[in-house]
């Protein structure tokens, strides 16, 4: 019922930037807290960015100064600038909502499909 579409994905040059999308779809009522995860070959899922309704942020160690997460309430969406980008970014990206309200109720850890970020020479 309620479904993330991520876009902006690709491949880009070390140094070189990119700015991913997500926007939920749905039955809405509201989201509170919106994020990005991203997983490389043989590596574990891990939290990238999130961002609350009211804009608090918080952005992992890897990629503070680099990166910056934003959103759009009234369309419920949100988007990760990258910028600086190194080959150890390399990932599938996942837009990630842990929480929405809709008419039927709550809906937990929704996710994305994911799209890939490829960064190398």
């Known amino acids: 019922q309620v479904q993330l579409v991520e876009s902006g994905g690709g491949s880009v040059q070390p140094g070189g930037s990119l700015r991913l999308s997500c926007a939920a779809s749905?039955?809405?009522?509201?989201?509170?807290?919106m994020g990005w995860y991203r997983q490389a070959p043989g590596k574990q899922r891990e939290l990238v960015a999130t961002i609350t309704s009211g804009g608090v942020t918080n952005i992992a160690d890897s990629v503070k100064g680099r990166f910056t997460i934003s959103r759009d309430n009234a369309k419920n969406t949100v988007y990760l600038q990258m910028n600086s980008l190194k080959p150890e970014d390399t990932a599938v990206y996942y837009c990630?909502?842990?929480?929405?309200?809709?008419?039927?109720?709550?809906?937990?850890?929704?996710w994305g499909q994911g799209t890939q970020v490829t960064v190398s020479s």
């Open positions: 749905g039955s809405i009522f509201s989201i509170n807290v």
């Open positions: 990630n909502v842990p929480a929405v309200t809709t008419p039927r109720g709550f809906w937990r850890d929704v």
